[in-house]
């Protein structure tokens, strides 16, 4: 049931590309806020398994609109100097919906009426409402008005985010830069046609470091990896998981502080991300990551193996957790989405943004799928238990050879110098 919401999200994030360019930004996430809705309502009124799967997978195709969309809408808008900040803050509100989430499950988890599932889906469409309402008081993204030869619109929605006047020499300024940038785009790679529009997001080698091809693998492989760093794993069975430690008495408390964690440590990355970097902190992150995630498996089959009667253990494992969602919040977890939405030129940049999302509900969805016979104790399962750290932790020197090697650094540029770097990158 868990992997329902993912599999139509994946969907959702590939589709969501496509009709931003279309309709705009602004329209498709308000389009995002109403599919979902749809989705959150069969849901609540469910009676049968069968509409609460449909229920689900609605949703997710709305989830999918609104966070690829908002990635893209947001890294077009922000001034360079604080982008990465701004799209950082996407993240944050993903840790604050999860805390709020865990708040209304940990409230309802002793009702024995349809209330206890009800309720908590039934809050999601607050939300939604909102998110889509809020959006009617904001400007399309001038980039978008760019591409659809809509100078005009351009300047005024600019003007409108930048706070001048449309005929200043810092609106004209930063517009021509738009505008040059698209139209050389276009030249090298012209849109002929539906199908070409796809196929330029995989122009070029692979061995090229300007090619489109590099750039959209770049942004699939970073959101893989960001969900392969195993965080879900604690989010999403983290109550089944501090359950089978043994000691804890009450495991929804547990995963609520676990929450609260992540919460907390996620507005660091509002600096630091423009302070150090997104090639540096991925770096820092991943080593943070493999080291606390080494030493829970570690700890695990040593002096936890008999968890049962070993609370100093437990607490130890629960703790270095705990670090480890702190690493992430600070780095992995703003760090990608704030990559993917600075690294595409705008001809291919929604459907950039639109691949790279749908590769983190697609991992995040086979993450849902094999968790459980990952931690399962049943015949059969792999029954890992603490094991499965060393898992997420081996992943995550993968993710930190990656980051090294491959992901380039995009502090303080705008996105068309960005692509002017990648362009000029052998």
């Known amino acids: 049931m868990t992997s329902i919401l993912s599999c139509g999200t994946f969907f959702g994030a590939i589709a969501a590309g496509d009709i931003a360019d279309f309709i705009g930004r602004r329209p498709t996430i308000i389009m995002g806020c109403g599919i979902f809705s749809v989705g959150a309502i069969l849901q609540t009124a469910s009676t049968t398994l069968a509409v609460m799967v449909v229920g689900r997978l609605i949703a997710g195709l709305g989830v999918g609109f609104i966070s690829a969309i908002i990635i893209l809408y947001m890294s077009e808008i922000a001034p360079k100097k604080v982008r990465g900040a701004l799209v950082s803050g996407y993240q944050f509100c993903i840790t604050i919906g999860i805390l709020l989430a ?61 706070g001048q006047p449309v005929d200043s020499d810092y609106i004209q300024d930063e517009l ?59 989010f999403y069975f983290g109550t089944v998981f501090f359950t089978a430690l043994g000691t804890i008495s009450n495991p929804f408390l547990i995963s609520l502080v676990t929450t609260l964690v992540n919460v907390l440590s996620t507005p660091l990355a509002f600096w630091i991300v423009e302070r150090f970097g997104r090639r540096r902190i991925l770096i820092i ?55 993917i939405g600075e690294i595409f030129p705008l001809p291919i940049r929604s459907r950039g943004v639109g691949l790279s999302t749908a590769s983190n509900w697609f991992w995040n969805c086979i993450i849902a799928v094999i968790t459980p016979y990952l931690v399962g104790t049943e015949k059969g399962q792999a029954n890992l238990g603490a094991k499965v750290f060393f898992m997420w932790g081996a992943l995550c020197c993968i993710s930190l050879a990656f980051a090294y090697f491959l992901v380039p650094e995009t502090k303080g540029l705008s996105l068309e110098q960005v692509d002017k770097m990648l362009e000029e990158t052998t």
């Open 176 to 234: 021509a830069e738009i505008i040059a940038n698209h139209e050389y785009e276009m030249q090298v790679i012209p849109q002929t046609s539906y199908l070409q529009g796809w196929a330029n997001c995989f122009h070029g080698s692979i061995l090229q470091g300007s090619s489109n091809v590099r750039r959209t693998i770049l942004g699939i492989i970073l959101q893989m990896m960001q969900q392969l760093t195993g965080i879900n794993f604690i």
């Open 102 to 162: 865990n708040c209304v499950v940990y409230a309802t988890q002793n009702r024995d009426d349809t209330g206890s599932y009800r309720i908590p889906i039934a809050v999601q469409f607050l939300w939604a409402i909102i998110l889509a309402t809020g959006l009617f008081f904001l400007p399309e993204s001038p980039r978008f008005f760019v591409k659809k030869g809509k100078l005009e619109h351009a300047a005024k929605a600019l003007a409108s985010v930048r």
């Open 285 to 339: 992150g991943a080593m943070g990551m493999i080291i606390a995630q080494f030493i829970v498996g570690i700890i695990g089959v040593t002096a936890g193996a008999s968890g049962k009667d070993n609370q100093a253990a437990v607490k130890a494992m629960i703790a270095f957790i705990c670090i480890n969602i702190s690493f992430f919040a600070t780095t992995w977890g703003p760090s990608a989405w704030v990559i």
